[in-house]
């Protein structure tokens, strides 16, 4: 009897073990999911951004500027412009340089997906504790988190200054004809 206890001690020692390495992964897992999350919300938002009227609105500061080198202008009308042409080329000069980086994002963003998606499977795949893995997912989570603030600072940038850029558009185009 004394051996039957003692067996079922080891036994209900055993399982508590492997539950706990299990929970940890299990805790691990979820922080990989959340992640996930926070990954696919910035795709979403990228696809979100009306890239097209940015690009349009490119365009179309390409054909103004244009217009404005092929004019004759004098020194005073130079002057006189020089303040809104000033701000005009530094607004499509953001939005051309953060449209650039959207593409350099979502390679970023997919390589994410990828590096979790591969942390997850090893999380599940092991019975064990995997604290190898801890620092990865560690390091992981920071190249999230930025990559999620570059996401959210390059959108609010192109929605600022799209907004800026229909504005001083006008005026230049008023200038222009």
């Given at each position: ?113 990828l590096q979790l998606k591969n942390i997850k499977s090893d999380y ?54």
């Amino acid at each position: 009897m004394k051996m039957i206890k003692t067996n079922i001690s080891c036994l209900i020692i055993i399982i508590l073990f492997i539950s706990c390495a299990y929970h940890y992964n299990t805790e691990k897992i979820n922080t990989v999911l959340e992640l996930e999350k926070i990954t696919q919300n910035n795709i979403s938002d990228l696809q979100a951004l009306h890239i097209k009227d940015v690009e349009s609105a490119l365009k179309i500061a390409k054909l103004n500027l244009a217009k404005i080198e092929d004019k004759k202008l004098d020194s005073i009308e130079i002057r006189l412009i020089y303040f809104e042409y000033h701000n005009y080329l530094t607004c499509v000069n953001k939005l051309y340089e953060h449209t650039q980086n959207i593409n350099l994002l979502k390679s970023t963003l997919e390589t994410n997906q990828l590096q979790l998606k591969n942390i997850k499977s090893d999380y599940k795949n092991s019975q064990e504790r995997r604290a190898d893995l801890d620092t990865h997912l560690l390091h992981e989570k920071e190249i999230i988190q930025k990559t999620s603030n570059k996401v959210f600072n390059t959108i609010k940038i192109i929605n600022e200054e799209k907004l800026k850029f229909d504005d001083l558009n006008a005026k230049i185009e008023e200038i222009i004809n």
